[in-house]
Every structure is written in C-alpha cells, then in structure tokens.
C-alpha cells in the first residue's frame, strides 16, 4: 500500500493562515480524535494522565501503514488535501497536516498503528520536528493509537495554564461537543486508569443529547432534519454529485459527496417543557464540527423570540451539511471560526426549520404530558403490574392543523378537546393571544380615531415611547395630550386609554404587540359556544409557536388515551374487575 500522506507545496503552506494552535489538554484531545473520525472511526479511547502530562488516544479506525507513520510527524504533510483548489473543498475535519508535527515540539510522541489491510502493526517514536527517531513492529489490532508524553515539558507553558480540574472539565466539554456533531460514535474516557464517562452511540443526535444533559428527557426534544437545496450562486446548485476521480487516503473513502442538495438537521427543546438560564445551549455545527457563528446563533434566538418565559433563553443544536464551496476554514487557527458564503439564505433556512420543529404535530404529539405533577398523579394511581395497554387509535393522528375537536369548556376559562390520541385542556386567553400575537407580527395596522384618546400628565419619555411605536400623539394643551391613532385591535375596546398607558411604559414594537395581544384576547371567564371554541382551536393550531404563549406560558395540557386507560385500568380482565 502506498503512501497517502504527503507534504503539502510551498503555495498552499502560504494560503493557510496559521498553524494549530496547542495550548491545553483539550486542544491535544481535539486535533486526535478529529484524526481517528477522519479515519472512519466508531470507537475512540481517550486516557488522560493530568498529573504526569500525558495522553493516549486510540482508535478503531482505518491505520496506517509504516509510510505514512514516518511521514505523519513532518511539517504540513497530510493525506487529506493536496493543492490550493482543495481548500475550497474540504471535506474533513482536519486539513493542514499540522497538529502532529506541533506535538513534537511540545511533547514526546509515539504513534501505534495497523492499517485495516496490513498483517503487521507498527510503532515510531518520534524528535524533535517531526523526525523518526525509531521504529519497530509491534502488536495492534487494526486502527491507531497515539501517546503524547510530558506535554509542554520544552516550554515554560505549563505555568500559565488553568489547574488540573479546570482542564479536565475542558477535555469533556471537548469531547461532549464532538459527540454530538458524531452520534454514531462509541466514547471511552478514562483519567487516572479510572474509567471516567462514556458515550454510547445514537441513531441521531436527538437521540444522544440526553447522556449530556441528563436533566433533559427525550420527550422534552424534538428532532427535524430537512434537506435544503443549495443556494443558487453556489457551485454545486445546478450540476449532479459527482465521485471523486483518485482516492487519496481512507478519509476520502467516508467522506459524503456533495449533493446538489445540502442538509439541515435540527434538535430543539420544545419551549414549554425545557429551557436555560443562559444561552448556553445554542450550539451551532457545520460539516461535523461544531463551530462559533453569532449571526445563526442569534438567529436560532430570534426564532425562539416570545416563546419563553423572560430571561430563559432555548436548548438548540443546529448541524448543517453544505456544500465545501459555502466554507471558509481558514478564518480561525482553531478551526472554531468560519466565513459562510449565503449567509442571509441560511438564516431564513434554519428560521422555517425551528418554526417547522416548533409546531405541534403527529411526530411529537405522543410526549404531550408535559406536566410532571400530572404525569406523577397519574403514575401513583397506577397498580404495580403492567397493563399492556395499546389502543389501536393512539398514533392515527395525520391532520397536524384540524386534530382538535372542541366538546366543553371548563370554569368558562379551559377548553376542553378531544383528539384521537387522548385529550387536551387549552387555557383560552393564552391561546388567543398566541393566535393575535402572530397576527400582529405579521401586519401591524394603526387605524385613525375620531375623537383622539386624551391622555393627562404623560411624562416626556412616555410621549417618545409611543411615538417609537409610530402612534400618532401630539400636545392637546397644558399637561393634555391627543392620540389620534391606535392599534387595529384596541379600536373596539372599551379601555383604550388603559391601554395606550400601558403601551407607554417602555419597549419595543414586539412588547407593545405582545400587550396588545394580551388586552384584546378573550378574556378568562368568558363563555364560548361549542363553534366559537373550535374556530379558536383552528386559528391557534395554525400558529407558528402553538406551544407557549408571548410571555413563555404553556398554552394545553396533554392526557394520552393510554396514561387514561392505565389509570381506570381498563384493561382489568372483566371478571376479576367485578369480583367474579
């Protein structure tokens, strides 16, 4: 087998814009196990050692065969890129061929490796610049291990970094956020010969980001992923995926050609079961690496805007597989920074597809009990035994828009509705003014009144505030002022002055929407007819947040046909039920 690491010219050198930068545990950590998932790998094993300095990595994937081991080390040699063009391709997660040889000036490193072909394994340490200093044939199982020893042992670094704690809880989130970019992966950590945590593998990453967050149930996510076409000035929009002509190394082999179409995949916490303190939780990943990018990140929060409750901020990971031809890698030495061509287009991609994921539909409907003490009330009534209760019109739930049916109203506040997978209570109020909100957004009208509105003893900031949202207002004598415009929906309304005063104490045009809403929706203790309830369940099932209203309130309680059927035991033997 021949050599697939090779070093790059002298031209591409000079378009890269920095080396890797190793300066910690979790850096050496990053740039390895980036090394074994280009090689193909499903397992990975990190040992860390943080009192002596040392760290091995081993894998199970692809190896290498004793030439490119003793190419491996040397400046800017890699198998994964070979001229300029490839830069505005890339398709792996490391590319500069840089992070092996930075170790040998700041450690003692030795790499284990057996190609996946390869009868025999070998081991090389290498000096100083990357130079071979000894091989001999040794013992592996295929794939590769890599032992990094006295890190930063040449340098006076040591001194300057954070304690062995703070590094170690860096090394996890490290891992953590890899994992999850790689849900197929099997993770083995270890520190000091203990076994620290694991990852076992998922199906999606829906799947694996509750053994991260363990405070977050599955039924608290919901999981989109969406193919997006590519944006039409990119190069791979109007031609057909095509294979790669050579095959350079293993990577190439598990790298996914381009399509003409990209993917957009999607894991959010519904807003009425879960959410943060801080925006710690708005991740971001582009092509298997999860990446610092304010503009989505500030676009995933403006897509949750008014679904939460007042300084809670939403759980969100966002992965997106683009065309390379979209990227920019070489914005950032860590790899953590990039320029995304398009940037407009993704936006509004990645907006329709959290308000696609926000909806309440068929996919996500069987988690409605989203009430703990509910949940706990109806678990305690429950007998020991199991029931096996499976009604057969439990998931035939297919109109996502029109499943409601409207049958009582409770308190002449909840509405009581029926659909065919159990039972549902909507508070009425919040659920209108979900529905008056969003209408709001999406045409905010101001009408002109005669006679004005005379409001007294507005203070300055008052006046400016209502003029900020474009109310017309202006001075009706000493102390008196004249509104001659209003909101659509405030025309009828008996309390209008009430309003505008509250409209005049600060906030944006959202907050004064959002008070608007909330002073015309129906009122708690309003009786509704079995129609005017059904029109209301309509009109807030088509809403683009149906989950919670403007303040971050949930808006319906959920009770499953099966949680009822448990709870009555229904499905008692007849006989034994009646004592017979």
């Known amino acids: 087998m021949a050599s697939t690491i090779q070093a790059l010219p002298t031209e591409v050198v000079y378009l890269i814009t920095a080396g890797e930068v190793i300066d910690s545990f ?29 760290i091995h990595v081993a894998d199970n994937g692809c190896g290498m065969n004793l030439d490119d081991l003793q190419q491996a080390a040397t400046a800017h040699s890699t198998s994964k890129i070979r001229s300029s063009a490839d830069l505005w391709k890339i398709n792996s997660l490391g590319f500069r061929g840089e992070a092996l040889h930075s170790l040998t000036t700041l450690a003692d490193l030795e790499i284990l490796s057996r190609s996946a072909g ?24 295929p794939g590769t291990v890599v032992i990094v020893s006295n890190l930063f042992g040449n340098c006076s670094r040591r001194q300057g970094l954070p304690s062995a704690a703070q590094q170690m809880k860096a090394v996890q989130a490290t891992i953590h956020q890899i994992a999850l970019c790689h849900p197929h992966v099997t993770w083995q950590v270890c520190q000091n010969d203990r076994q620290w945590f694991t990852i076992c593998p998922a199906t999606t990453t829906g799947k694996l980001l509750p053994q991260i967050l363990p405070q977050v149930r599955q039924g608290d996510l919901h999981e989109v992923k969406l193919e997006v076409p590519n944006p039409p000035n990119s190069e791979l929009a109007q031609r057909p995926a095509t294979a ?62 008014k679904t939460l409750p007042r300084d809670r901020y939403p759980i969100c990971f966002l992965h997106l597989a683009v065309s390379p031809d979209q990227i920019n890698w070489n914005r950032n030495p860590a790899k953590t920074q990039i320029y995304l061509n398009e940037l407009s287009y993704w936006q509004e991609q990645i907006t329709q597809a959290i308000n696609q994921a926000l909806r309440i ?42 499943f409601l049916k409207a049958i009582a109203q409770v308190s002449n506040t909840y509405i009581v509705a029926e659909h065919p997978g159990g039972m549902w209570l909507v508070e009425q109020h919040i659920a209108h003014e979900r529905v008056l ?14 006679p004005p509105i005379i409001l007294y003893q507005l203070s300055s900031a008052q006046v400016s505030q209502l003029q900020r949202i474009d109310l017309d207002i202006e001075s009706f004598g000493e102390q008196l002022w004249a509104v001659r415009t209003l909101p659509t929906l405030l025309q009828q309304r008996e309390d209008c002055a009430d309003a505008i005063l509250e409209l005049s104490w600060g906030g944006d045009l959202q907050t004064a929407q959002v008070a608007v809403a909330c002073r015309s929706a129906i009122r708690n203790g309003t009786p509704m007819n079995l129609q005017e309830m059904q029109t209301l369940l309509d009109q ?36 034994k039920s009646h004592g017979i």
């Open 244 to 305: 790669n002509s050579t095959q350079h190394s293993c990577t190439d082999a598990i790298n996914r050609v381009s399509p003409p179409n990209s993917a957009l995949s999607l894991v959010v916490g519904l807003p009425d079961r879960c959410h943060r303190h801080r925006p710690d939780w708005v991740r971001v990943a582009i092509n298997g690496r999860m990446v610092k990018s304010p503009e989505l990140e500030q676009t995933i929060l403006g897509a949750f805007h």
């Open 361 to 402: 539909s068929s996919a996500n409907l069987k988690e409605a009990v989203h009430t703990t003490r509910v949940g706990k009330l109806l678990k305690a009534a429950e007998a020991k035994g199991g029931y096996n209760f499976n009604p057969q019109n439990s998931n035939k739930v297919n109109d996502t828009q029109h």
């Open 118 to 141: 390869g009868n025999l394994g070998w081991r090389v340490i290498y000096g100083n610049s990357g130079k071979v200093v000894q091989v001999e044939a040794t013992a592996i199982a």
């Open 540 to 575: 807030w099932q088509r809403t683009r947040n149906p989950r919670t209203c403007p303040h971050g309130r949930p808006i319906y309680l959920s009770l499953e046909e099966s949680a009822l059927a448990r709870f009555f035991r229904r499905n008692w033997v007849i006989g």
């Open 26 to 54: 979790a850096s050496v950590v990053r740039e390895l196990v980036e090394n074994s998932l280009d090689a193909g790998a499903t397992r990975i094993v990190v040992s860390l050692w943080p009192q002596q300095w040392r």
């Open 437 to 450: 909100y969003e209408q709001l957004c999406d045409s905010w009208q101001l009408v002109p009144i005669e």
